[in-house]
């Protein structure tokens, strides 16, 4: 006796291709979704620092960090709870600078004044703020030498950005090159940035860091 062999037909490998289609689509619109919020996340991170620092001001007619009265203000039980900055105006130190720069002392007073949450000891590990990715997230002064080539009083940076979130991240807060304007991106080396140009141009794959005038 002969035995008829089983197979799909057409209509059965189309309801097949049909149903991969759609979880594919599926799984690809739920990466945009969360791409997506990602970008939200990172430029919530460029919009609340200027409104920390702004309100830290108002409250104590001094930038945090370079506070020089910061016992004074933060240490309400007369304790040295705080280092206080030199008071000259600005906040001195790079974006990325540790130990005793106001740079790096700008988190503690912003935490003792409970304008933000987290650890007020810069001796912790979880003192410095990361952003969605985990790169770390810092302020500096602007003028010179002027981060990525920002002009301005205060820059924010924000550092291991993927690169193919960058281009949507300069959209939403800039003018969408992040080779031009108040944004700009960078690669390599914190210390030593390779600028987005058109000879260094942005790579999808790689790893970005981002700065901001406030």
Same mark, same amino acid.
């Given at each position: 006796?002969?035995?008829?062999?089983?197979?799909?037909?057409?209509?059965?490998?189309?309801?097949?291709?049909?149903?991969?289609?759609?979880?594919?689509?599926?799984?690809?619109?739920?990466?945009?979704?969360?791409?997506?919020?990602?970008?939200?996340?990172?430029?919530?991170?460029?919009?609340?620092?200027?409104?920390?620092?702004?309100?830290?001001?108002?409250?104590?007619?001094?930038? =945090? &960090?370079?506070? &020089? !009265?910061?016992?004074?203000?933060?240490?309400?039980?007369?304790?040295?709870? !705080?280092?206080?900055?030199? &008071?000259?105006?600005?906040?001195?130190?790079?974006?990325?600078?540790?130990?005793?720069? #106001?740079?790096?002392?700008?988190?503690?007073?912003? *935490?003792?004044?409970?304008?933000?949450?987290?650890?007020?000891?810069?001796?912790? =590990?979880?003192?410095? =703020? *990361?952003?969605?990715?985990? &790169? *770390?997230?810092?302020?500096? %002064?602007?003028?010179? =030498?002027?981060?990525?080539?920002?002009?301005?009083?205060?820059?924010?940076?924000?550092?291991?950005?993927?690169?193919?979130?960058?281009?949507?991240?300069?959209?939403?807060?800039?003018?969408?090159?992040?080779?031009?304007?108040?944004? %700009?991106?960078?690669?390599? #080396?914190?210390?030593?940035?390779?600028?987005?140009? !058109?000879?260094?141009?942005?790579? #999808?794959?790689?790893?970005?860091?981002?700065?901001? *005038?406030?």
């Amino acid at each position: 006796m002969q035995h008829r062999q089983a197979g799909f037909t057409l209509v059965e490998i189309a309801v097949v291709l049909l149903i991969i289609g759609l979880l594919l689509s599926g799984v690809l619109k739920g990466q945009a979704l969360l791409d997506s919020a990602r970008v939200k996340n990172l430029a919530q991170d460029f919009a609340s620092i200027p409104a920390l620092i702004h309100a830290y001001q108002d409250k104590y007619r001094a930038l =945090p &960090g370079d506070d &020089g !009265a910061a016992q004074r203000h933060l240490c309400l039980d007369g304790s040295a709870c !705080a280092t206080p900055g030199n &008071g000259n105006g600005v906040i001195d130190g790079s974006w990325h600078a540790e130990g005793e720069t #106001e740079s790096f002392r700008l988190w503690q007073h912003l *935490r003792l004044a409970e304008l933000v949450g987290g650890s007020t000891n810069p001796a912790e =590990p979880g003192y410095l =703020p *990361r952003n969605a990715f985990g &790169g *770390r997230i810092g302020v500096q %002064r602007g003028g010179e =030498p002027a981060v990525l080539g920002i002009s301005g009083s205060l820059v924010v940076c924000s550092t291991g950005i993927p690169g193919k979130l960058v281009h949507q991240l300069d959209i939403s807060v800039d003018d969408g090159d992040p080779a031009t304007g108040a944004m %700009r991106a960078a690669s390599g #080396e914190i210390s030593a940035p390779s600028i987005v140009s !058109a000879t260094n141009p942005l790579d #999808e794959a790689g790893s970005y860091t981002v700065c901001a *005038r406030l």
